[in-house]
């Protein structure tokens, strides 16, 4: 489907998205008693709040037991098949800051930064949901910023009417990278041709080792204005604590640097080939 600012299809879509814009952290939220349990009514909460935002944070009374009763959880809301390429080869990631070698200083495993991005970006293989999930938060900083990736692009299709030079399955390219056994890979930053007719987004601010295709760039750079400025408005900015995690449709996010105390920052990840 081709969407244009003036076609109906856009119009109609635009309107149900504007129906859906969390006003709020609390919007997003939802209370479960426990995670190794959680209830059938709990699990339709939560898919019903992803249906609507894109995104869902859940806060479960009782820890966590075991990475089986989160691989469990993952599974009733809809996530069943797993991306295993990160540095454990395995469907769940423990993400802390590491110092070790095998990390390559992949900057998720250290305390810095991360500017916005979608998750995969420079996988083949669309990554259609994540869900991270807090262990141990970190002594100070450590948010996740939140901003569902379907309000970025309706509001670039908005400013620039289409979005034909994002979704060229060449807009940008990444290097291969032989210590991670990664080859050259290409891709869309934002594109619906998939099996859910919704919107998917490749997209990374990074400007090293991505490189931009000359049709492509200047949408790009558009697009990188649009969430850093004109969506200012509905980013969401919160703190996880232990027992509670982040469920979306991998929508755009970042997080800010933290320092750890004591006990490190501890967060489980999982990435799905579903959307939810
Ligand atoms: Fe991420």
């Given at each position: 489907?081709k969407?244009t600012?003036?076609s109906?299809?856009?119009?109609?879509?635009?309107?149900?998205?504007?129906d859906?814009?969390?006003l709020?952290?609390?919007?997003?939220?939802?209370?479960?008693?426990?995670?190794?349990?959680?209830?059938?009514?709990?699990?339709?909460?939560i898919?019903?709040?992803i249906?609507?935002?894109?995104c869902?944070?859940?806060?479960?009374r009782?820890?966590?037991?075991?990475?089986?009763?989160l691989?469990?959880?993952?599974?009733?809301?809809?996530?069943?098949?797993?991306?295993?390429?990160n540095?454990?080869?395995?469907?769940?990631?423990?993400?802390?800051?590491?110092?070790t070698?095998?990390?390559?200083?992949?900057i998720?495993?250290t305390?810095?930064?991360?500017n916005?991005h979608?998750?995969?970006?420079y996988?083949?293989?669309?990554?259609?949901?994540?869900?991270?999930?807090?262990e141990?938060?970190?002594?100070s900083?450590?948010?996740?910023?939140?901003?569902?990736h379907?309000?970025?692009?309706?509001?670039?299709?908005i400013?620039y009417?289409?979005?034909?030079?994002l979704?060229?399955?060449?807009?940008f390219?990444?290097?291969?990278?032989?210590?991670?056994?990664?080859?050259?890979?290409?891709?869309?930053?934002?594109?619906?041709?998939?099996?859910?007719k919704?919107?998917h987004?490749?997209f990374?601010?990074?400007?090293k080792?991505?490189?931009?295709n000359e049709?492509?760039k200047?949408?790009?750079?558009?697009?990188k204005?649009?969430?850093?400025e004109?969506?200012?408005?509905?980013?969401l900015?919160?703190?996880l604590?232990?027992?509670?995690?982040?469920?979306?449709n991998?929508?755009l996010?970042?997080?800010?640097?933290?320092?750890?105390?004591?006990?490190?920052?501890?967060l489980?990840?999982?990435?799905?080939?579903?959307?939810?």
């Open positions: 489907m969407f600012s003036k109906n299809e856009f119009k109609q879509w635009a309107l149900e998205k504007e859906n814009i969390p709020n952290i609390d919007d997003l939220i939802v209370k479960i008693h426990d995670i190794n349990h959680a209830t059938l009514a709990e699990i339709s909460n898919k019903d709040i249906k609507r935002f894109n869902c944070i859940y806060q479960s009782v820890s966590l037991n075991a990475q089986a009763d691989m469990n959880f993952a599974q009733s809301i809809g996530m069943e098949t797993y991306d295993t390429n540095i454990h080869n395995s469907p769940i990631s423990l993400i802390m800051s590491l110092e070698k095998n990390t390559l200083n992949y998720p495993y305390n810095k930064k991360l916005w979608t998750d995969g970006y996988d083949e293989k669309p990554i259609f949901s994540w869900l991270l999930h807090c141990e938060p970190a002594y900083g450590g948010e996740n910023y939140l901003l569902d379907e309000l970025a692009i309706r509001e670039y299709i400013k009417d289409n979005l034909e030079s979704s060229s399955l060449d807009a390219t990444i290097p291969g990278n032989t210590h991670a056994n990664r080859a050259e890979t290409k891709g869309y930053i934002c594109d619906n041709n998939n099996e859910y919704k919107f987004m490749k990374s601010m990074r400007e080792n991505m490189k931009l049709q492509s200047t949408a790009i750079m558009r697009m204005k649009i969430i850093k004109d969506c200012k408005k509905y980013c900015t919160y703190k604590s232990k027992n509670e995690g982040i469920v979306s991998n929508i996010h970042g997080r800010n640097s933290f320092e750890d105390g004591k006990a490190m920052r501890k489980y990840r999982i990435r799905s080939y579903e959307r939810i």
